[in-house]
């Protein structure tokens, strides 16, 4: 059952970022870098091809390369995620034909083609996969050369990026440069905002009944210290702890009722790897 919601939920995510790309990015030929601003350059040159086909192709041959050259470490979640995404806009293609953008506010349109896929790829990271293109790009220049990855698919974003300015004109290339920046912030913070928890750093007398409330009530872990006040010399337990967001409201809560003299500090981190929480990759 678990593995099954792993797999719904990544489905998910993946179609979260076909949509973002078909609705929004390919109707107002926004080249924001990557296999799907490739594929839209590539549309605007050859319009007897859909930029569709073209994100079919380039993943298909992406997919093969990257099975030949990497093997096992080439994970099958990728292979899922990117024929699913290619296979999914260009059947939307096919049932939903755009011949133009939604709506006439391209600003609009630009912010839901930055944030669906942001969203869509936040979540497909969550889970240990991805859509593939660039990724397996990154993954073939790390085993064969010695070039700095970020700074490489950078500049081929860039390239692309220019290249819109040359296929589709001024105005379509400054939204893809304004894109370009826009998806680089966005997926950063919806990842680290889907991975946000609360770290609790507690200096209690009751250390046993947190710890107890802490095991039974959250079903959570913690690590507890002694400790000395620096000014009263008095003992008192440190106790370490991350909790989800809605945990945090009800230990908070707790520990004011059976310690008002309790000191909390409470932190959010997005970076937690371990037992209930991420595992390492």
């Not at 589709?168 to 928890?197: A, H, P, Q, R, Y």
């Not at 009751?206 to 107890?212: G, P, T």
């Not at 008002?260 to 595992?279: E, P, Q």
Request: with cysteine.
């Amino acid at each position: 059952m678990k593995k099954l919601l792993e797999w719904l939920i990544i489905t998910a995510g993946t179609l979260c970022v076909s949509v973002g790309i078909y609705f929004f990015k390919f109707p107002n030929n926004f080249s924001t870098g990557g296999v799907s601003g490739l594929s839209v350059i590539l549309g605007g040159l050859i319009p007897a091809v859909s930029s569709g086909t073209f994100v079919l192709i380039i993943n298909a041959l992406l997919l093969v390369v990257g099975f030949i050259f990497l093997g096992k470490s080439f994970g099958i979640k990728t292979a899922y995620c990117s024929m699913l995404m290619s296979v999914s806009i260009y059947l939307l293609e096919w049932v939903w034909p755009l011949m133009e953008p939604m709506t006439k506010q391209p600003v609009l349109e630009l912010a839901f083609s930055i944030i669906l896929p942001a969203v869509g790829s936040a979540i497909l990271f969550n889970w240990g996969a991805s859509t593939g293109g660039t990724d397996i790009v990154a993954m073939l220049m790390k085993k064969f050369t010695s070039l700095d990855i970020g700074k490489a698919l950078l500049v081929t974003d860039i390239v692309i990026v220019l290249g819109s300015f040359v296929v589709f004109g001024v105005e379509t290339g400054l939204f893809s440069l304004l894109g370009l920046l826009g998806k680089s912030l966005v997926v950063d913070s919806m990842i680290e905002s889907l991975n946000v928890s609360k770290y609790f750093t507690i200096v209690t007398s009751h250390a046993e009944e947190i710890k107890e409330y802490i095991h039974k009530e959250l079903h959570r872990g913690a690590t507890i210290c002694d400790c000395t006040g620096s000014y009263t010399n008095d003992e008192k337990k440190l106790i370490l702890t991350v909790l989800y967001r809605g945990q945090a409201l009800q230990l908070k809560n707790y520990i004011k009722s059976v310690d008002k003299s309790a000191f909390m500090v409470i932190a959010n981190t997005s970076n937690v790897i371990g037992k209930g929480f991420r595992n390492v990759m």
